[in-house]
């Protein structure tokens, strides 16, 4: 199963694992599964760090690295067919970052994990 990341469900699984759920902490567990980060989290996150309402154990590079060794993550990079599926998305959640990844999920036919129940609103499959 493909599986995105929700960008709270990276940062915890790298430093509060205790904060997912078991379902969620047992699908990005799963080998099977291949784990996937938008790089809408990536942006997010470095512009919440650089404005000091994200504190990080680690540089993002070396988050990012890390997990990319130890839990084989991909990043999902944005493509023109990502930004044109927003305008097909209802506005139930306005955060441009999770717009963008719910319409990566639709297209890639991705799972989705996050705590966020807004998310469940859309056409996508989401697990906490």
Sequence with gaps: MKILLDTHTF????SQPEKLSKKAMDLCQDTGN?????????????????????????????????HQQVNDLKV???????????????FHHNDPFDRIIIAQSMLE????????????????????
């Design 11 to 14: 940062i915890w699984l790298d």
């Design 34 to 66: 291949q784990l996937y980060l938008s790089m809408a989290s990536l942006w997010e996150m470095q512009i919440k760090v650089q404005l000091g309402k994200l504190k990080l154990k680690i540089q993002l590079e070396d988050m990012l690295a890390l």
């Design 76 to 90: 999902l990079n944005f493509s023109l067919a990502h930004i044109f599926q927003l305008q097909a998305l209802p």
């Design 109 to 128: 036919n991705m799972t989705l994990i996050s705590v966020d129940e807004k998310l469940k609103a859309y056409n996508i499959s989401v697990f906490w």
